[in-house]
């Protein structure tokens, strides 16, 4: 019986760390790891036009999308939006490694 009690205050403990969701936070900004990782396959659609380009800033480009992830959108109006998008565009290269805490802006594991 209690091996049994265990196993489902486990499992309840486990579904309640999934439900929360992993969050991804930046100074002031929070963001879910979902919406991050959205980040990836938009900037795989935008790199033609990264290189057409010239090295400008992508915000714009990246902000103006109808694919942006709408949770994101509040940074767009921030002056370093850039380099919060670097960041959040590592952490959505590799999401894996925020999954398991391995960023200190990564949260609810």
Do not use: H
């Not at 309840?12 to 100074?27: E, F, I, N, S």
């Amino acid at each position: 019986m209690n091996t049994f009690l265990l196993s489902a205050l486990c499992l309840l403990g486990a579904w309640a760390a999934l439900a929360g969701g992993v969050t991804v936070k930046d100074g002031e900004f929070s963001f879910s790891l979902e919406s991050v990782k959205k980040l990836k396959d938009l900037q795989q659609l935008q790199e033609p036009r990264r290189s057409r380009n010239t090295g400008g800033s992508l915000v714009p480009i990246l902000c103006s999308s109808l694919r942006f992830p709408e949770e994101l959108k509040p940074l767009c109006k921030e002056p370093d939006a850039q380099e919060i998008l670097e960041r959040l565009e590592a952490i959505a290269e590799d999401p894996s490694t925020c999954e398991i805490c391995a960023y200190a802006a990564c949260a609810g594991c």
